[in-house]
């Protein structure tokens, strides 16, 4: 009786504190909301690392914003990789981006155990994953913004399959449909003609 009585309590216990930091079931603990993110930028910017982790071209066509220290790539679209029967191009992993999260901490100071947020359009595709992949790989305090930057597609209406709920441009935080070239993540070019 004890034992189920502990186990109850634990999991109201959980399910509490899931629910006071806005985190419904099933979503990873270590998402954070759009406004939450903004807070944190505005709060401790100095002291973590928030970076847009989309393709650079999906950037120019949807928005950025300059919260973010950088825009790093978590994969990279490969035009020369068409899957036609999913009508996509490929997207593998951007061999760089380790190295460029970490290049990019020691510009700011920061060391492996610091805070790290990444946005992607939807916060599942890429933010979630590439936060995963960073907390792998050495880098434990990686977050990600749940909806990301253009949130989920209503999924009724008029308006359905449009991109107009939560995430950071319908949570009014800043933003603009012009890139800031001095953030936005460049393949080299080396020995290309």
Known sequence: ???????????????????????EAGEASFGLSAGETHALVQEEGETLLFIDVRDPVEIQFTGFTDAVDLNIPFRLVDRTRLDRDRAVFAMPLN????????????????????????????????????????????????????HGF??????????????????????????????????IYEVSTAGQP
């Open 1 to 23: 009786m004890r034992v189920h009585m502990i186990k109850f309590f634990r999991t109201g216990l959980f399910c509490f504190l899931l629910a006071g930091n806005g985190i």
């Open 95 to 146: 061999p760089d981006f380790l190295d460029a999260v970490r290049t990019a901490l020691r510009a700011k100071g920061l060391a492996d155990d610091a805070r790290i947020i990444t946005m992607c359009r939807s916060g599942s595709a890429r933010g979630e994953p590439s936060a995963a992949f960073l907390r792998e790989n050495g880098f434990p305090n990686a977050y990600f913004v749940r």
């Open 150 to 183: 253009q949130g989920d597609a209503l999924r009724e209406g008029l308006q359905a399959g449009q991109r107009l709920m939560n995430g950071w441009q319908n949570e009014g935080l800043p933003w603009s449909r012009r890139m800031n070239p001095e953030k």
